[in-house]
């Protein structure tokens, strides 16, 4: 857009052009029967903040008086060509374009449209289509990390139209990416996945806790993760330091048909720590003894007769952030967890150390 003349009237109009549209600057009293180029807020200190008019509204005489009491003297009015979009509908088309299953999207405003979660779930995002719409130019899209989880209004992502005037091809080949990613996976780039309501069986191991010498704090912790997300702890059991029993307790729990089995305590190098070589001793598949990830590195992953079992480490009791958070929703999700999976949790899986 061309600067403003030096030392011209404010009642003159100015102009200037973006593609083939026309953005003019006009005063407020000649605006009547023009098309405003943008939203135009009103702030009353300590009342309201808010949008007065919104981007297309067709200026009237009696919105004259209302304009200047927010100090607007002169404003800007658009000429769209036919190749071009305004900034709100541009965002408006990729959000469109993007959202997937189970999310929703707002009204544009000032260029930007958000698209939010319409439940608790899994975000799943493809950082491949999110670089390769934002080397476009002149339109942005910011995401959420994938696999994190969101609760229903929570925005899973926001598309922004950086100018005030897009050309439309740039919006056409976000939606022909967003299109060529349906055809290849099925689902949306920005999508939500419904996490399932699975019942665990959680084994507290520990001859100091099975005795009664100290208080069981591994149950309080992990009822509470799993019911923040929809899942419930169905039978909890306690066992000493001793393999077999563990053993034996493991295949009670699988008997009984839970979806998942929770075994916590004695995950560390220590003579007396049995859970890591009972898990394994009971005939399961391990993925990893150990992940890349602080808090959480002791964290062991595998499945029994396709049943997932985790081994769960202390921190899992007192640190809010571990690899098990990582990991649950993504079962939850309904998601096999592979060595690659535990491999990519170094990066950014420092959160304490």
Do not use: W
């Amino acid at each position: 857009m061309t600067g403003p003349l030096e030392n011209e009237p404010a009642t003159h109009s100015r102009t200037a052009r973006i593609s083939d549209s026309i953005v003019r600057e006009v005063s407020t009293d000649d605006a009547v029967g023009m098309v405003l180029a943008h939203d135009l807020t009103q702030i009353v200190p300590g009342e309201f903040k808010g949008r007065l008019f919104r981007k297309g509204h067709v200026v009237t005489s009696e919105d004259i008086p209302k304009l200047k009491d927010i100090g607007k003297e002169n404003l800007y009015v658009v000429e769209l060509a036919s190749t071009d979009l305004h900034e709100d509908d541009a965002a408006h088309r990729m959000a469109v374009a993007l959202g997937g299953e189970h999310t929703g999207y707002g009204e544009p405003h000032e260029g930007k449209v958000t698209i939010k979660s319409d439940i608790r779930g899994l975000a799943c995002v493809d950082r491949e289509v999110v670089d390769e719409i934002n080397r476009l130019g002149d339109i942005a899209l910011a995401t959420v990390t994938n696999h994190r989880v969101v609760q229903p209004g929570d925005a899973v992502a926001a598309t922004r139209a950086i100018p005030l005037i897009v050309p439309e091809l740039k919006v056409r080949e976000v939606e022909r990416i967003a299109e060529r990613h349906l055809e290849r996976h099925g689902v949306g780039p920005i999508r939500v996945r419904p996490l399932r309501r699975m019942k665990a069986g959680l084994l507290t191991t520990g001859t100091e806790v099975y005795t009664g010498r100290i208080q069981d704090k591994f149950g309080p912790a992990v009822r509470a993760k799993l019911e923040s997300l929809g899942s419930e702890v169905a039978e909890q059991r306690f066992a000493p330091d001793d393999r077999q029993t563990i053993v034996k307790d493991i295949h009670y729990f699988l008997q009984q048909g839970y979806d998942m089995i929770l075994v916590t305590g004695g995950m560390s190098v220590d003579p007396d720590d049995r859970t890591p070589g009972a898990i394994a001793a009971a005939g399961t598949d391990i993925v990893s003894y150990g992940t890349p990830m602080l808090p959480g590195s002791m964290l062991l992953l595998g499945y029994l007769r396709g049943v997932p079992i985790f081994g769960l480490p202390g921190c899992v009791m007192h640190d809010p952030y571990t690899s098990f958070d990582v990991l649950l929703p993504r079962i939850l999700a309904g998601d096999t967890i592979v060595k690659e999976d535990i491999v990519g949790m170094g990066y950014g899986g420092l959160y304490r150390c």
